[in-house]
């Protein structure tokens, strides 16, 4: 579904990523984990269309989408939950949620979508008229998944989704992780709770310095030392 082959991605001329390569397969939950600064926002911006790979390629289901721009990465399938949330808090957060639903065959079905995503989160429903800016930030993240999911994604990028959350809310966000990969979307997840990721990952890739140093088995990895090390302070 989701092939990164060997990209190098450049800040100007200060190197970020080298030789990165990874794969997702179709409905399949892989986490990139990794200590701070070691590039893993970067290989999901780049992922989704944000920034451009220097070399190596970026394949959606057989299409190439290493140096599109990010309105084909997403029409080619891919969206993105930015690190931070993002949203515009002066619109509603219906307004928010309308954003997703950009391309074509999105605005096609985002009748049936938006039933979807109010299933997922319930919440966003009952406030759909409420301003983005004055919900809790668990609520914030809702519906910057739901906008994401408006999309109609094969591949969903989620980058930091539990952070600055309540467990509770941590919680219901790890459920629609597995609830958005049976209904066959991929996810590529960046996330600070490493157990907790590796717990709902079938794969993982450990990133450090800009490089995949590691990578296997999510189960697997959990117990390897380096990981452990590295990013468990185990």
Same mark, same amino acid.
Request: hydrophobic share 45%; charged share 20%; with cysteine.
């Given at each position: 579904?989701?092939?990164?082959?060997?990209?190098?991605?450049?800040?100007?001329?200060? %190197?970020?990523?080298?030789?990165?390569?990874? !794969?997702?397969?179709?409905?399949?939950?892989?986490?990139?984990?990794?200590?701070?600064?070691?590039?893993?926002?970067?290989?999901?911006?780049?992922?989704?269309?944000?920034?451009?790979?220097?070399?190596?390629?970026?394949?959606?289901?057989?299409?190439?989408? *290493?140096?599109?721009?990010?309105?084909?990465?997403?029409?080619?399938?891919?969206?993105?939950?930015?690190?931070?949330?993002?949203?515009?808090?002066?619109?509603?957060?219906? +307004?928010?949620?309308? $954003?997703?639903?950009?391309?074509?065959?999105?605005?096609?079905?985002?009748?049936?979508?938006?039933?979807?995503?109010?299933?997922?989160?319930?919440?966003?429903? +009952?406030?759909?008229? %409420?301003?983005?800016?004055?919900?809790?930030?668990?609520?914030?993240?809702?519906?910057?998944?739901?906008?994401? $999911?408006?999309?109609?994604?094969?591949?969903?990028?989620?980058?930091?989704?539990?952070?600055?959350?309540?467990?509770?809310?941590?919680?219901?966000?790890?459920?629609?992780?597995?609830?958005?990969?049976?209904?066959?979307?991929?996810?590529?997840?960046?996330?600070?709770?490493?157990?907790?990721?590796? +717990?709902?990952?079938?794969?993982?890739?450990?990133?450090?310095?800009?490089?995949?140093?590691?990578?296997?088995?999510?189960? !697997?990895?959990? %117990?390897?030392?380096?990981?452990?090390? *590295?990013?468990?302070?185990?």
């Amino acid at each position: 579904m989701l092939r990164v082959d060997d990209i190098d991605v450049f800040y100007g001329d200060a %190197q970020a990523l080298w030789s990165v390569s990874i !794969e997702a397969g179709d409905g399949e939950v892989v986490s990139v984990v990794g200590p701070n600064g070691a590039g893993k926002s970067t290989l999901v911006n780049s992922i989704a269309g944000i920034l451009r790979p220097r070399s190596g390629s970026i394949v959606i289901d057989d299409v190439d989408i *290493s140096n599109v721009p990010t309105h084909r990465a997403c029409r080619a399938g891919v969206a993105i939950v930015p690190e931070g949330r993002r949203l515009f808090p002066g619109m509603t957060v219906l +307004d928010n949620l309308d $954003l997703g639903a950009y391309h074509k065959d999105a605005r096609e079905h985002r009748e049936e979508t938006l039933e979807w995503v109010f299933s997922l989160f319930p919440r966003l429903a +009952d406030r759909a008229g %409420q301003i983005a800016g004055s919900m809790s930030g668990g609520e914030q993240q809702m519906a910057a998944i739901g906008r994401a $999911l408006m999309a109609r994604p094969r591949l969903l990028l989620m980058d930091e989704p539990s952070l600055g959350l309540a467990p509770v809310i941590v919680d219901e966000v790890f459920d629609v992780v597995g609830d958005v990969c049976a209904e066959g979307v991929s996810v590529v997840l960046v996330e600070q709770n490493v157990q907790r990721a590796l +717990d709902i990952s079938s794969r993982a890739y450990l990133l450090s310095e800009g490089r995949i140093v590691l990578s296997g088995p999510a189960g !697997e990895l959990s %117990q390897d030392p380096t990981l452990r090390s *590295s990013v468990l302070g185990v």
